[in-house]
């Protein structure tokens, strides 16, 4: 499986982003996906994740009311449009998959990055005045 993302580049504060995430390889409609994030000399975080269906979506608290997920199985894609961004928002964003069961990306463990599978290459974000 390969994920690949895109979208990413150099906004301003309060600007918006659509970052998107392409799998080649297999179908992912039966796996969770999400995205994490990585800022200079910062650990990797956990951003968003949705079901397989986008029945159930999960963010993190830092990005909650601003950034939203989405999904389109029939394009194997998944998505997060950022608004209202900040410039602690920079980072290089990646796109993941799994097959994990929905009692799991619905608890704790879907934050960990070593619980995702397939990961995709990373695009980057700058958010800067």
């Known amino acids: 499986v390969q994920l690949q993302a895109s979208g990413g580049g150099l906004v301003q504060p309060g600007d918006s982003l659509r970052l998107s995430c392409a799998a080649s390889?297999?179908?992912?409609?039966?796996?969770?996906m999400g995205w994490f994030r990585q800022a200079p000399g910062m650990e990797r975080e956990f951003v968003s994740a949705?079901?397989?269906?986008?029945?159930?979506?999960v963010y993190a608290d830092s990005v909650k009311g601003r950034f939203t997920i989405s999904r389109h199985n029939a394009k194997n894609s998944v998505y997060l449009q950022m608004n209202s961004l900040k410039p602690e928002d920079t980072a290089i964003y990646y796109c993941?998959?799994?097959?994990?069961?929905?009692?799991?990306?619905?608890?704790?463990?879907?934050?960990?990055?070593?619980?995702?599978?397939?990961w995709g290459q990373g695009t980057q974000v700058t958010v800067s005045s």
């Open positions: 949705i079901s397989r269906n986008s029945g159930a979506t």
């Open positions: 993941v998959a799994d097959s994990m069961i929905l009692s799991k990306l619905l608890s704790a463990d879907s934050r960990a990055p070593y619980e995702w599978n397939y």
């Open positions: 390889g297999r179908t992912l409609s039966s796996h969770a």
